[in-house]
């Protein structure tokens, strides 16, 4: 983490002294209006949620088992592109932008702390009358998904988490970790050498980070506001030791690892594996953080593969 932020810093400073500092601080938001022109699908709507108003996405038949697809930081609804082309089939797939990420942009409210974001997933099942449904979240995502999960067992069939927060990490724990201005200036600016350098460290293979990618990266971080947004949400952000809440997640847990994640060390999964009752482990040689979307094929396998056996498991049981 310490070799990201070194590697932002050198990278938004010389973006600096090119453009100059007025023009830098005209590059700090990118029209909503017309990134939604760009971004938005025939799948997509504009969800009123407790004063926020979210962008969700729909696919798969709308009587279909539901799984609800909650991204990570600075990402958006597209990083679960292949796993929906694959899960629509089958379930009613849902995905949303983050409050302050991607097209939904700043909460009015600013509920940016984790409990807070956790909170907000039943908000949005009300909002989209679901009562219950499979949860799956990478990272900041997954954090919320296991959170959840926690207050309000009876609402998730079952959990998959893709690289979660969870345990105390790079200074966040019962209090947030100070955020440098490395960071800071990353997050409101999104120059592309450094948005390439960040998704260096989240996927593994370089090789698979393509131009469209760093392009969507870039502009969900650069819609206006949600640098701010960003940077509120690690002011906020804490780790707390979080063993007596793991011991209560009480629905079927699949968690799938990148071995050679850097962001969140696969040792994190080991022991999430170990405090939740009912887990199983997979982990992927050569992927990084967003498993997702670098081992799409094999994760989504793994996860369909999971979820039929709970159906199978819960017909046996019903006969």
Do not use: C
Request: glycine letters at 8%.
């Amino acid at each position: 983490m310490k070799k990201l932020l070194v590697t932002i810093f050198i990278l938004v400073a010389a973006g600096a002294g090119i453009v100059g500092v007025a023009t830098w601080g005209a590059m700090q938001g990118a029209s909503p209006q017309a990134l939604e022109a760009k971004y938005m699908t025939a799948s997509d709507r504009f969800v009123s949620v407790d004063g926020a108003r979210l962008r969700v996405r729909e696919t798969g038949a709308p009587d279909a088992p539901p799984i609800l697809l909650i991204h990570g930081f600075t990402h958006s609804l597209e990083t679960w592109d292949a796993w929906a082309a694959a899960l629509d089939h089958d379930y009613r797939v849902i995905r949303y932008d983050l409050l302050g990420h991607g097209l939904t942009g700043p909460d009015p409210r600013e509920r940016y702390a984790p409990a807070e974001r956790a909170a907000f997933v039943g908000t949005l099942m009300d909002a989209l009358s679901l009562d219950r449904a499979v949860i799956a979240g990478n990272s900041l995502g997954g954090l919320s998904a296991w959170r959840f999960a926690t207050d309000h067992p009876a609402r998730v069939d079952a959990l998959i988490l893709i690289s979660p927060g969870a345990y105390p990490l790079n200074g966040a724990g019962d209090t947030p970790a100070e955020i440098p201005a490395a960071m800071k200036a990353y997050l409101l600016t999104a120059p592309e050498a450094g948005v390439r350098a960040s998704a260096g460290y989240i996927y593994a293979d370089d090789a698979k980070i393509t131009d469209t990618r760093i392009e969507t990266m870039r502009d969900m971080i650069r819609r206006k506001g949600n640098g701010a947004a960003m940077i509120k949400s690690l002011e906020e952000f804490t780790l707390p030791d979080p063993a007596d809440a793991l011991a209560q997640v009480a629905a079927p847990t699949l968690i799938l690892w990148g071995e050679d994640d850097v962001i969140i060390p696969i040792a994190q999964g080991r022991q999430l594996e170990q405090a939740i009752n009912d887990a199983r482990l997979i982990a992927y040689p050569g992927v990084g953080h967003a498993a997702q979307e670098e081992a799409p094929d094999a994760t989504v396998a793994d996860a369909m593969a999971f979820l039929e056996n709970l159906r199978a498991g819960a017909a046996a049981a019903a006969e």
